[in-house]
Structure formats: structure tokens, C-alpha cells
């Protein structure tokens, strides 16, 4: 008998006041990224090829396949975004490159749940990279994806309002919230609304 209540009682403990914990839940936001860090691992793929800076193979992936610039990965992410969330000089010269070979990439946002919306100047201002804000701004190439990129609003769960990580949705939103004058001045500059 006490063999049967204490089988009894661990099973309660176990899976009804300690639940068991669940791991790589396919529709959760962790297991997205999870999945994302996954593919950049993947040999021979435009996420691989990013994820190392590789320009050549990114180069070669894309001119055997431009439709590679608009394939999505896990978190609903294009290799523009991870290209700008690396953040290195090189990831950035790279992009730079990419950016005037297809300039209508500046508008790809992210289209799924946890970073809905986000577009690269959201990142370029997360990162706090002022010069990067002022080239794709004052780019004559962008200018006509200029009030996209101003408008955007990451309204992901990320960016939930109430949470440590909101910051106002829209670009200028994102610079005001981060303390970023230097910032808030290039957006204005170039047409971003203070009413938006």
C-alpha cells in the first residue's frame, strides 16, 4: 500500500504540480529560433554564407538564384536582416552591396509573430550604428523605399507594449526609446513624423 501511494503521490508531484517541462514545441517562438540558428549551420545555404561573412558564396548562391534575397527563415527573417543583425563591418559591407544590387530589399520586414515587422533600420538602430542609418536614408537609390523604411512598425510579441523591449514600434520610436539624439536627428531629417 505504501508503494501505491508513494507511486501515486510522485506521479502528482511530477505531472501535475511540476508539469514536465516541453521542449522544442514547434509552435513556440524559442523553438523559431532555435531553428534559425540551426540553418545557419546548413552547408552550401544563403544563411551559411551569411552567417560567415562569406561574401563569394553569397555571391555565388545569389547569381545562381536571386530569389534567395526574399527566402525566409524561421523567425520569418530574409538573410538582409541577419546580415544587419551580425552587425560587423564586413556584414555591413556586404549588405551595402546587396542593397544597390536589389534596393527594393529595404522594405522585406519580418513576417512572423515574435519580430513582426521589424525591418533593417529598426536593426541598424538597435545596433546603434548611426552611419548605417544615414546611408540607407540618404541613398538616392532607396529614396523611393525611404517613407517605408520610416514607417515600418515592429509590432511583434517581442515588442510587446508593457514589455522591457518595446520601444515605440515605428523607427523613431526605436531611437527615442534607446536614448539615441544622434539618431532621432538623421530620422527627422529625412522625413520621419513625430505624429506616427
Known amino acids: 500500500m505504501a508503494n501505491t501511494v508513494r507511486f501515486l ?31 545557419m549551420y546548413e552547408d552550401n545555404t544563403i544563411w551559411r554564407a551569411v552567417h560567415d561573412a562569406d561574401k563569394i558564396a553569397i555571391d555565388r548562391l545569389i547569381d545562381a538564384n536571386p530569389d534567395l534575397i526574399n527566402e525566409r527563415g524561421a523567425v520569418g527573417d ?5 546580415i544587419f543583425l551580425s552587425g560587423t563591418d564586413i556584414h555591413l559591407e556586404i549588405a551595402r552591396d546587396l542593397i544597390l ?3 527594393r530589399m529595404v522594405t522585406q520586414t519580418y513576417n ?3 519580430y513582426y515587422g521589424e525591418n533593417i533600420l529598426h ?12 546611408w540607407l536614408l540618404s541613398n538616392d537609390r532607396l529614396e523611393p523605399y525611404r517613407q517605408q523604411l520610416l ?14 523591449s518595446y520601444y515605440g514600434e515605428v523607427p523613431l520610436g526605436f531611437a527615442c526609446c534607446t536614448d ?15 505624429d506616427v
Open 112 to 114: 512572423k509573430s515574435k
Open 9 to 39: 503521490m510522485t506521479n502528482i508531484v511530477n505531472n501535475v504540480i511540476l508539469p514536465p517541462l516541453q521542449y522544442g514545441d514547434a509552435n513556440s517562438d524559442d523553438s523559431e529560433v532555435e531553428q534559425q540558428t540551426e540553418l
Open 78 to 82: 530574409c538573410p538582409i536582416h541577419l
Open 180 to 194: 539615441q539624439w544622434n539618431i532621432v536627428e538623421i530620422l527627422l531629417k529625412y522625413g520621419a513624423d513625430m
Open 123 to 134: 536593426i541598424a538602430i538597435a545596433n546603434r550604428n548611426p552611419r548605417m542609418v544615414e
Open 101 to 103: 544590387r536589389f534596393p
Open 151 to 164: 514607417t515600418a512598425r515592429a509590432t511583434g510579441s517581442f515588442f510587446k507594449i508593457g514589455e522591457v
